[in-house]
């Protein structure tokens, strides 16, 4: 599986970004997918997850009621609707995608198999 992750940007605090991640490859709708993020000095950290079906969601505690993840697996997309914005998002986020047993959604970052090459989010205050 092979990832492209779009839709960074420059936005003020409180607005919102769509962020799109096409995969290439037959099997897409096999795997868990993911969004990470990873702040300047900062370790990657786990944004938010959907299993195979979309049945399952994960978010983050820091961007749960805000971020939205969705995927469109006869488009081979998954996106992430970020809004209300803030300076601490400020981030490259990066897709990801996983093969997990019985399609158990993860938010370890080792679970995660391949991974696209990040796109740039940054939130003025």
């Known amino acids: 599986v092979q990832l492209q992750a779009s839709g960074g940007g420059l936005v003020q605090a409180g607005g919102s970004l769509r962020l799109s991640c096409a995969a290439s490859g037959r099997t897409f709708n096999s795997y868990t997918m993911g969004w990470f993020r990873q702040a300047p000095g900062k370790e990657r950290e786990f944004v938010a997850a959907?299993?195979?079906?979309?049945?399952?969601?994960y978010y983050s505690d820091s961007v749960k009621g805000r971020f939205t993840i969705s995927r469109d697996n006869a488009k081979n997309m998954v996106y992430l609707q970020m809004n209300s914005l803030k300076p601490e998002d400020t981030a490259v986020y990066y897709c990801?995608?996983?093969?997990?047993?019985?399609?158990?959604?993860?938010?370890?970052?080792?679970?995660?198999?391949?991974w696209g090459q990040g796109t740039q989010v940054t939130v003025s205050s």
């Open positions: 959907i299993s195979w079906s979309g049945g399952t969601i």
């Open positions: 990801a995608a996983g093969y997990t047993a019985l399609g158990v959604v993860t938010t370890t970052l080792s679970d995660y198999d391949y």
